[in-house]
């Protein structure tokens, strides 16, 4: 995998990038859709594809416990197993672990139960490594702590030195095969916590660094202080990943703060509830106001759903509890994102991207209020 800068913006930290994979070339900023299971509820990888997605993220935890690593590897690895050819990036599982009530943290790594068996799973570095590897994503991650927030500086500078540990382990436990570790910045909310994770993790030389440890409830004001004081220790020639960070607002302002990628469940999560973005902000489908709105979605997308297809149809749909009012809502809420991403660069290549954040947050936000 090989990372290009090709433009910085003249007035803030966004980049322009091509990230160049065995199986395609990602233009950065890009955003990527979660298919955590293997699979992106409720969208086959063609629909995935026509809504111009360039990688996807799929999750180690889940797909360790369910179909197993093995049977992927058996099947020719996840691309084939689930039938998607461009570039995969998997989560190492870290976040979905320290998410559980009965974890059992050491120094080596952590006790759970499993969800549906209850027998109990030990993941460490090394395993975490192993199991990526046999799944066969083009990007994997590092095995980390994720901080609670709030959390003790104590424990926050216990747990970051830990994950500078671990990425050590999990370099160590890397073969040749052509995929790229992804090493993840912690340190909650300290500055100084940040800053040293970053610089550690830089001495490594990875192909790529990831900030973790945010969208746990500290708010976008934390958010974009996080963001501010770890990217600046990143090496300007490695693409910068922020996890699982996904509404249109915190990824416009951490893109003026130098990220490269992001990921989310927001888009299908919220289309499956019946709420959509738009250029106006979000709405909610099952309002009785949209059963004789006849317009598209948002008259400016080009996706299938907006193309061929009502406000009042899918208030219809949703009514109905028909299966449909989900695939039609995804297909435009990743259409949507996709969209934004493109326009981004754009406006980055252009030296207009505070212009263009402004304006788009401008209207997003004033319509918003109104829904």
Same mark, same amino acid.
């Given at each position: +995998?090989?990372?290009?800068?090709?433009?910085?913006?003249?007035?803030?930290?966004?980049?322009?990038?091509?990230?160049?994979?065995?199986?395609?070339?990602?233009?950065?900023?890009?955003? +990527?859709?979660?298919? $955590?299971?293997?699979?992106?509820?409720?969208?086959?990888p063609a629909q995935i594809e026509e809504t111009?997605?360039?990688?996807?993220?799929?999750?180690?935890?889940?797909?360790?416990?369910?179909?197993?690593?093995?049977?992927?590897?058996?099947? &020719?690895?996840?691309?084939?197993?689930?039938?998607?050819?461009?570039?995969?990036?998997?989560?190492?599982?870290?976040?979905?672990?320290?998410?559980?009530?009965?974890?059992?943290?050491?120094?080596?790594?952590?006790?759970?139960?499993?969800?549906?068996?209850?027998?109990?799973?030990?993941?460490?570095?090394?395993?975490?490594?192993?199991?990526? /590897?046999?799944?066969?994503?083009?990007?994997? !991650?590092?095995?980390?702590?994720?901080?609670?927030?709030? @959390?003790?500086?104590?424990?926050?500078?216990?747990?970051?030195? *830990?994950?500078?540990?671990?990425? *050590?382990? @999990? /370099?160590?436990?890397?073969?040749?095969?052509?995929?790229?570790?992804?090493?993840?910045?912690?340190?909650?909310?300290?500055?100084?916590?940040?800053?040293?994770?970053? =610089?550690? +993790?830089?001495?490594?030389?990875?192909? &790529?660094?990831?900030?973790?440890?945010?969208?746990?409830?500290?708010?976008?004001?934390?958010?974009?202080?996080?963001? &501010?004081?770890?990217?600046?220790?990143?090496?300007?020639?490695?693409?910068?990943?922020?996890?699982?960070?996904?509404?249109?607002?915190?990824?416009?302002?951490?893109?003026?703060?130098?990220?490269? !990628?992001?990921? @989310?469940?927001?888009? $299908?999560?919220?289309a499956r509830s019946a709420t959509l973005f738009?250029? =106006?902000?979000?709405?909610?489908? $099952?309002?009785?106001?949209? *059963?004789?709105?006849?317009?598209?979605?948002?008259?400016?997308?080009? @996706?299938?759903?907006?193309?061929?297809?009502?406000?009042?149809?899918?208030?219809?749909?949703?009514?109905?509890?028909?299966?449909?009012?989900?695939?039609?809502?995804?297909?435009?809420?990743?259409?949507?994102?996709?969209? !934004? !991403?493109?326009?981004? =660069?754009?406006?980055?290549?252009?030296?207009?991207?505070?212009?263009?954040?402004?304006?788009?947050?401008?209207?997003?936000?004033?319509?918003? *209020?109104?829904?």
């Amino acid at each position: +995998m090989e990372f290009t800068l090709l433009k910085k913006d003249k007035r803030t930290a966004a980049r322009l990038g091509i990230l160049n994979t065995s199986r395609g070339q990602i233009q950065t900023p890009i955003f +990527m859709p979660v298919a $955590t299971h293997g699979a992106m509820k409720p969208l086959t990888p063609a629909q995935i594809e026509e809504t111009g997605a360039q990688i996807i993220l799929s999750n180690t935890y889940h797909l360790h416990l369910q179909p197993g690593e093995g049977l992927v590897k058996k099947a &020719g690895g996840l691309h084939r197993f689930m039938n998607w050819q461009k570039p995969i990036l998997t989560d190492s599982g870290g976040f979905q672990v320290f998410s559980l009530p009965n974890k059992r943290i050491t120094e080596d790594g952590v006790f759970f139960k499993h969800e549906i068996s209850g027998e109990e799973i030990y993941l460490d570095p090394a395993t975490a490594i192993r199991i990526q /590897q046999d799944l066969g994503a083009d990007i994997i !991650m590092a095995f980390d702590e994720c901080i609670p927030y709030p @959390c003790e500086r104590g424990y926050a500078e216990q747990s970051t030195q *830990k994950t500078i540990r671990w990425l *050590k382990e @999990c /370099q160590n436990a890397m073969t040749d095969n052509g995929q790229a570790l992804f090493g993840i910045v912690q340190g909650s909310v300290f500055e100084d916590l940040r800053a040293m994770c970053a =610089r550690e +993790m830089r001495k490594l030389d990875l192909p &790529g660094y990831a900030i973790g440890g945010v969208s746990v409830g500290e708010g976008l004001e934390l958010l974009k202080q996080v963001v &501010g004081w770890t990217a600046p220790h990143l090496p300007e020639d490695k693409p910068r990943y922020l996890m699982g960070v996904g509404l249109p607002e915190d990824i416009l302002e951490s893109v003026e703060r130098g990220i490269d !990628m992001f990921d @989310c469940v927001i888009p $299908t999560r919220y289309a499956r509830s019946a709420t959509l973005f738009t250029r =106006r902000g979000r709405i909610r489908l $099952t309002n009785k106001n949209y *059963k004789r709105d006849f317009f598209p979605i948002d008259p400016s997308c080009d @996706c299938y759903t907006c193309q061929n297809f009502t406000r009042a149809y899918l208030h219809h749909l949703f009514a109905a509890n028909e299966v449909l009012s989900a695939v039609l809502s995804a297909i435009h809420n990743v259409r949507f994102y996709l969209n !934004m !991403m493109a326009e981004i =660069r754009d406006a980055i290549a252009n030296n207009r991207f505070l212009e263009y954040k402004q304006a788009f947050l401008a209207e997003y936000m004033a319509g918003g *209020k109104k829904k």
